[in-house]
């Protein structure tokens, strides 16, 4: 009865290892997108137009 104890045991250890695995992945993910939320830039900074004048100064 023994040998049939170990593969259970195992497929438990190897189930246990992928939760673990899946867990940290997404622990990874909200961990990475939390960063990119703080990094990102509101759009109106982004899409402000500023005058270019450089055009002018070389007319009369």
């Given at each position: 009865m023994k040998d049939t104890d170990k593969p259970s045991a195992r497929s438990r250890q190897a189930e246990d290892a992928e939760r673990a695995q899946e867990a940290e992945r997404?622990?990874?993910?909200?961990?990475?997108?939390?960063?990119?939320?703080?990094?990102?830039?509101?759009?109106?900074?982004?899409?402000?137009?500023?005058?270019?004048?450089?055009?002018?100064?070389?007319?009369?």
């Open positions: 997404e622990a990874a993910r909200r961990r990475l997108l939390a960063q990119a939320e703080a990094d990102r830039l509101p759009l109106d900074d982004t899409t402000r137009a500023l005058p270019d004048r450089r055009w002018r100064r070389d007319q009369p």
